[in-house]
């Protein structure tokens, strides 16, 4: 007899609250606007980044997932900025809906699984920056407490992260294997 592991209660509770829950539109629009403020600044320290999407500005990049839809644009300076939703030059449509499996893809390192719909050239520039720009968090936190203790602190941050991984793929890979044996 299989008993159900405690991970699996949880994925199905997740599960259904991501499915009813509805956040109020003032918390999207803040959100919204606090993650381009997050990928200009990492977008700011890499200039071929800039001059990629400099390349590219006024156009319309909608980006989709469930019921959430983003907006942007590049501008003259390389950067993003929200803008009102149109007719859009790239729509990049995440294909799968649960938060869970989205989570899960993350954890194991894949990106999710994405429709692509609209201009190839730009959704070139946009495989190119999400394969190249990654986030220096050591460097940011440097200019915060110092060279030393910001690398000593990002070492044990990628330790514990490599742990957690590790023991969520390990945990998910004996559901898999529990379901295949049912």
Do not use: C, Y
Request: proline residues 6%.
């Amino acid at each position: 007899m299989a008993t159900q592991s405690p991970f699996s209660l949880v994925a199905e509770a997740v599960e259904k609250f991501g499915s009813r829950f509805q956040p109020p539109g003032w918390m999207v629009d803040d959100l919204q606007h606090r993650l381009v403020l997050f990928l200009n600044h990492v977008l700011m320290q890499e200039p071929e980044a800039q001059e990629r999407l400099a390349r590219q500005k006024g156009r319309l990049v909608l980006l989709q997932w469930r019921h959430f839809h983003l907006s942007l644009s590049p501008t003259p300076a390389g950067l993003l900025e929200r803008v009102p939703a149109g007719e859009p030059d790239l729509r990049l449509t995440v294909t799968d809906s649960s938060p869970l499996a989205l989570a899960q893809a993350v954890l194991r390192g894949e990106k999710p699984a994405v429709r692509i719909e609209g201009d190839v050239q730009l959704a070139a520039e946009v495989n190119w920056l999400v394969d190249h720009v990654r986030w220096d968090t050591e460097e940011d936190l440097a200019r915060l407490i110092g060279d030393a203790p910001a690398h000593t602190l990002a070492g044990v941050a990628r330790q514990a992260t490599q742990a957690l991984r590790q023991f969520v793929l390990a945990r998910l890979g004996r559901r898999d294997s529990d379901k295949a044996g049912s």
